[in-house]
């Protein structure tokens, strides 16, 4: 991938070296180089649907690699999430397995998520639970973990020190996207691509994301909205795994000062969006930046064909214009035309949509989610604010049982 | 519909009258009243797969309703969309679609829009333009007009004073809605409660409307960001809708100062975005309103079961809870818990989850944008800065030819 900034920003070897101590404590940075031979204990389940029943960080990963991957999909096996207690969204999701030929994914970090265990209890108002049809992933020593020894299900777990929303590239997206037939080795050797870029060269990937972070914090009372327009329908759940990363990690008080700060993503899909939310970052108020997101090779063909339409003569400058040129035409009109308007922007190019550049994707927009929070003076990796929703819930339930 | 704010605004009879005035000219205001007779001329199509050829306004509406109702569908018939120039998704999408058996809806406001008549053109290289299988929606005189009355298609008109982003309730949606066997009329009659509401009675809507557009407009520079919070995936579509409706509408250049502003949607689905971007809301820069949109009745009485888990006690509170209750207890904690943050929100509830409710969103949050940018002195009804970045393209595309 190719990572060009049109702005600019500093280079800060102070924060480049906190970050190099943060791989002693904080596990992500070196999930591309875990031994993932457990992934073979997979191999005896033979069901045809995957159910992912998690919510958040638990399937959010997993679902952005499916839905940049499912157009080239060679598995007969279909993916399904369960994330919701929506009743109504649970019963039509259902509908669409086969109970009798299904593998029950349940993924809880804490082993303890209240829609993850309800959705689970439910499922198993329709079937035992049994080691056939169940695998587990938790953190070691959960409610959850204890339950799967109890029962002899196959549980895999979390490393302590990988949060949920950093744990697509360990085994809460490895175990479903291996079963789904996607290579995770070549996940994980994009991934590793970028960990050595930046942490053993001094290359442009390096200087890039050093100088996006910086440029983000400096300005963040200015630019409080950081878009991501991605040119492909294909990177749909990636924009939505981008904004859990990128609102969870960095939505905080400062460490030291107690202010509350955070940056506010929002993402975007083009050229759908340049009919929505376009307007607004051309003609409204100068807080946002953008990164445009492209696909420098589709390996599509298809063309408009050479139609000439009575009245639209003036659209056939688009005959024999194949539509993966069209597409990032479009973006890359969108992206001169702000960059007269001088909004902040920068673009990332990856050559194809393979899951080698997933990979790369992922592990990319982590650093920069771990440089960003450094600079803020945030901890990336909690989450305490939301704590407090989850109590006051518990304490619903526990009223309406008196 | 009920709408309680839990922040205040002043109430502003002058932009009360400046909105009932402008129903002279801005053609919304009376789309729910208008004969809909037009409709039977559809009667005559039978094909099973209705594929509506439309970006941006030309889509989202149709799709927020289809999505919201998808659920209780009755219809044998199938809704497919074609927005994008994404050649992957395009090839996707048409390989769903039984061409044989296929009514296409070709819409454009302007007869001319890049993305949907190069996908036009695409469809006439494999299957001919016949009166049978197309539909024509678009302005009078439009070239897309012209060449519809050339080829005797039959061909709908949008009327010139409705926007495309404020025309889901004209022949832009119900055209494509009524063929899917929606009640259209039901639909129109929850928005025209709505208009009587508003412009007739001095109720709880009305009052609501104007506070809230006069707390979001005075305190711009403060709360810069919209969160609409939606309580179940059925919103998932609206929420794209109101985004657009948002954004474009309200991210303009003053009328008078010429200063850039504007207010940013964030389209959130409870309970999974609690896992996501909650966090950010909580405790990053009060930046944000929210507004939460609830159901109160889903008419759906699946429990989770009563099992105890070993390990798993803690959550036992949660069996015997319907669903239903479960994510409305869920919303509600965390309006609780942002309350006590003193964040600024609004409640939003329906009745149920039915095509007249439907109504009555689209309509309040239509005269909501018309109040918020009549009180941020914009223009709410044109898009002038989405203008250079097509002219941009077609610069583009001519070099290419040359």
Same mark, same amino acid.
């Given at each position: 991938?190719?990572?060009?900034?049109?702005?600019?920003?500093?280079?800060?070897?102070?924060?480049?070296?906190?970050?190099?101590?943060?791989?002693?404590?904080?596990?992500?940075?070196?999930?591309?180089?875990?031994?993932?031979?457990?992934?073979?204990?997979?191999?005896?389940?033979?069901?045809?649907?995957?159910?992912?029943?998690?919510?958040?960080?638990?399937?959010? *990963?997993?679902?952005?690699?499916?839905?940049?991957?499912?157009?080239?999909?060679?598995?007969?096996?279909?993916?399904?999430?369960?994330?919701?207690?929506?009743?109504?969204?649970?019963?039509?999701?259902?509908?669409?397995?086969?109970?009798?030929?299904?593998?029950?994914?349940?993924?809880?970090?804490?082993?303890?998520?209240?829609? %993850?265990?309800?959705?689970?209890?439910?499922?198993?108002?329709?079937?035992?639970?049994?080691?056939?049809?169940?695998?587990?992933? %938790?953190?070691?020593?959960?409610?959850?973990?204890?339950?799967?020894?109890?029962?002899?299900?196959?549980?895999?777990?979390?490393?302590?020190?990988? *949060?949920?929303?950093?744990?697509?590239?360990?085994?809460?997206?490895?175990?479903?996207?291996?079963?789904?037939?996607?290579?995770?080795?070549?996940?994980?050797?994009?991934?590793?691509?970028?960990?050595?870029?930046?942490?053993?060269?001094?290359?442009?990937?390096?200087?890039?994301?050093?100088?996006?972070?910086?440029?983000?914090?400096?300005?963040?009372?200015?630019?409080?909205?950081?878009?991501?327009?991605?040119?492909?329908?294909?990177?749909?759940?990636?924009?939505?795994?981008?904004?859990?990363?990128?609102?969870?990690?960095?939505?905080?008080?400062?460490?030291?000062?107690?202010?509350?700060?955070?940056?506010?993503?929002?993402?975007?899909?083009?050229? @759908?969006?340049?009919?929505?939310?376009?307007?607004?970052?051309?003609?409204?108020?100068?807080?946002? @930046?953008?990164?445009?997101?492209?696909?420098?090779?589709?390996?599509? @063909?298809?063309?408009?064909?050479?139609?000439?339409?009575?009245?639209?003569?003036?659209?056939?400058?688009?005959?024999?214009?194949?539509?993966?040129?069209?597409?990032?035409?479009?973006?890359?009109?969108?992206?001169?035309?702000?960059?007269?308007?001088?909004?902040?922007?920068?673009?990332?190019?990856?050559?194809?949509?393979?899951?080698?550049?997933?990979?790369?994707?992922?592990?990319?927009?982590?650093?920069?989610?771990?440089?960003?929070?450094?600079?803020?003076?945030?901890?990336?990796?909690?989450?305490?604010?939301?704590?407090?929703?989850?109590?006051?819930?518990?304490?619903?339930?526990?009223?309406?049982?008196?």
């Amino acid at each position: 991938m190719k990572n060009t900034l049109f702005f600019d920003g500093h280079i800060n070897p102070e924060i480049f070296n906190e970050i190099k101590k943060e791989r002693d404590f904080i596990g992500y940075y070196d999930l591309p180089l875990t031994d993932i031979t457990y992934l073979s204990r997979l191999d005896k389940f033979t069901q045809k649907h995957i159910v992912v029943v998690g919510i958040g960080g638990s399937s959010l *990963g997993t679902k952005a690699v499916n839905t940049f991957l499912s157009y080239k999909k060679k598995s007969d096996r279909v993916l399904h999430f369960l994330e919701t207690t929506d009743p109504i969204t649970l019963k039509s999701s259902l509908e669409k397995i086969d109970l009798n030929d299904s593998l029950f994914i349940i993924i809880s970090k804490s082993g303890g998520t209240i829609e %993850t265990i309800s959705v689970f209890k439910y499922i198993l108002s329709i079937k035992p639970l049994n080691k056939e049809d169940f695998i587990f992933i %938790t953190d070691m020593d959960s409610p959850l973990f204890k339950l799967g020894m109890k029962e002899e299900i196959e549980t895999f777990y979390i490393a302590k020190n990988v *949060g949920g929303r950093f744990s697509v590239l360990s085994s809460v997206g490895l175990i479903p996207l291996y079963l789904m037939g996607y290579n995770v080795k070549k996940l994980l050797k994009g991934a590793k691509k970028i960990r050595s870029d930046f942490f053993d060269d001094d290359g442009e990937i390096k200087t890039a994301l050093l100088k996006k972070a910086s440029f983000y914090a400096e300005y963040m009372l200015h630019y409080n909205i950081n878009a991501l327009f991605s040119y492909s329908e294909l990177f749909r759940d990636f924009n939505a795994w981008y904004v859990q990363l990128w609102a969870e990690s960095l939505g905080k008080k400062q460490l030291h000062s107690k202010l509350n700060v955070g940056l506010t993503p929002v993402g975007l899909i083009g050229p @759908t969006d340049q009919h929505s939310f376009l307007q607004l970052i051309v003609e409204g108020p100068k807080d946002k @930046t953008v990164t445009f997101l492209k696909i420098k090779n589709f390996n599509d @063909t298809t063309k408009v064909p050479n139609k000439n339409l009575k009245y639209l003569e003036g659209l056939d400058i688009v005959n024999e214009v194949k539509f993966s040129e069209l597409i990032n035409m479009q973006a890359d009109s969108i992206i001169e035309n702000l960059k007269e308007r001088n909004v902040p922007l920068d673009i990332i190019e990856i050559d194809e949509a393979n899951i080698y550049y997933m990979g790369q994707l992922f592990y990319y927009y982590e650093l920069l989610t771990s440089l960003t929070g450094k600079m803020l003076d945030v901890d990336a990796y909690n989450q305490p604010g939301v704590e407090e929703g989850k109590r006051i819930l518990k304490e619903k339930l526990q009223n309406k049982n008196l």
